[in-house]
């Protein structure tokens, strides 16, 4: 018997046959003694629908109203979920995040939660109830409804069952877990038994959309263990750990990429103190987040200032570039929005020189320019041409030998 929070994304509520499955197995699960919280995403291409109606009428849609948009999604599949298990004889309520008391910060489409009601949720599975609780949304202190980013359900789930001290939070999607990378790009991808949540939140913030980046630092400050499962097919799944994994880990544990990228380059300022923040500066308060910076400076001692954002931001950021180049004294202003990020994430990386080199050769022998890299202890990270990526990452995966075929053993 355990205290559960079961969390199902879009295509395992794609349609009502899904739907049934799904209740088939929280009412299995609840039959078998176990309390569970469930929390469900809209169904499949449900978000990206509203989204595209949202900015059909209006180019810079005002956030507040997308959130009110964007989290009707999940309204219509509380419904049908919770529906489909009263059939099944379980005694069901639907809920929408302000009637779960999800209380979030002001930020609109990429709200916090700062809290939630636990004692609600305790006192309704005291009474034999099964919740079924909207994710992906919240209420702010003005009553508004927020949402959490785009897949965000999944810090919906996590956030309940750190809030309920739940025994564990899973994570049903399409895939049989985790794997090494992405299985719709690298065919031989391997399911993970398991990840410390160090490497599941690298790997979630640079790209891997199997879980929300947010909903693992959840993990991390609270505890909560989490398990990704599939909710087409029965298994282990992955675990994701706060604790240490043993010696014979592997180096590498996965890869992930990030394809909507771009970078701008401001090219021949003079090299004295305070250009970057002039440059800087104007685009963090344009709201744009900056991701990888270098700079260089030639031999005439002037520097080039090249730094990434995202690709929705590009344009705005090429504006405000060109708007600073002149006090600058810049020779110019250059971008390009057809770039991806690649990222290799492993905890065993830190005491194994010579990582950056297998993965620098491996890009070498397919002829892949690497534009940028950057490092941090557990992760290296490189913008390379967006038409080379799935080539990348498939030689990577060879490089670091992640995938099923090719024997796991340390051979260097
Ligand atoms: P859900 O709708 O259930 O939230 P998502 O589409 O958000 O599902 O996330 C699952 C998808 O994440 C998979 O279909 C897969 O293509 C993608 N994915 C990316 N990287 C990985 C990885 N390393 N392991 C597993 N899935 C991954
Ligand atoms: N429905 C939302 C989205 O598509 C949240 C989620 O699925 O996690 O982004
Ligand atoms: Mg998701």
């Not at 199902?8 to 299995?28: E, H, L, Q, W």
């Not at 949202?54 to 419904?79: C, H, I, K, N, T």
Request: with cysteine; net charge negative.
């Amino acid at each position: 018997m355990a205290l559960l929070v079961q969390k199902f994304g879009g295509t395992s509520v794609r349609d009502i046959g899904r739907i049934n499955a799904v209740a088939d197995r929280v009412a299995a699960s609840v039959a078998d003694g176990n309390r569970v919280v469930v929390v469900v995403s809209a169904m499949a291409g449900e978000t990206d629908r509203l989204e595209g109606l949202g900015f059909e009428v209006a180019p810079r849609p005002p956030s507040r109203e997308m959130d009110v948009l964007l989290s009707s999604g999940e309204q219509v599949s509380v419904a049908l979920v919770a529906m489909a298990l009263m059939e099944r004889g379980c005694t069901a309520r639907s809920g929408l995040g302000f009637q779960a008391r999800i209380r979030t910060d002001g930020n609109h489409m990429r709200a916090r939660i700062e809290e939630i009601d636990a004692e609600r949720l305790h006192a309704d599975l005291d009474s034999g109830m099964t919740p079924v609780i909207a994710g992906f949304q919240g209420i702010n202190s003005r009553g508004d409804i927020t949402t959490f980013g785009r897949g965000g359900s999944d810090t919906t789930a996590v956030a309940i069952a750190a809030a309920i001290n739940a025994d564990e939070c899973q994570i049903y999607t399409d895939v049989d877990g985790v794997f090494t990378a992405d299985p719709r790009i690298v065919e031989d991808a391997r399911r993970l038994d398991v990840l410390t949540f160090e490497e599941m939140l690298e790997l979630a913030s640079l790209g891997a959309k199997v879980l929300h980046s947010r909903s693992v630092e959840f993990v991390g400050k609270y505890g909560v263990p989490l398990r990704v499962l599939s909710s087409f097919n029965d298994g282990p799944g992955t675990l994701i750990t706060t604790e240490e994994r043993s010696m014979e880990q592997l180096i590498v544990s996965g890869l992930t990429y990030q394809r909507d990228e771009a970078k701008l380059t401001v090219l021949g300022v003079p090299d004295v103190p305070g250009v970057a923040s002039k440059i800087l500066g104007p685009i963090g308060e344009a709201d744009i987040e900056v991701d990888m910076i270098v700079q260089n400076t030639g031999a005439d001692g002037s520097t080039d200032l090249t730094f990434t954002v995202r690709r929705a931001d590009y344009e705005r950021a090429l504006e405000i570039l060109d708007g600073v180049r002149g006090s600058l004294g810049a020779r110019g202003v250059e971008g390009d929005d057809h770039i991806a990020k690649v990222s290799a994430v492993g905890v065993g990386m830190k005491s194994h020189a010579g990582v950056a080199k297998r993965m620098f050769d491996a890009l070498a022998r397919e002829n892949i320019n690497i534009q940028m890299i950057s490092t941090s202890e557990i992760k290296i990270s490189v913008v390379v041409a967006e038409r080379y990526l799935e080539l990348a990452v498939r030689a990577m995966h060879d490089a670091f030998e992640l995938g099923t075929d090719a024997s796991t053993e340390e051979t260097w």
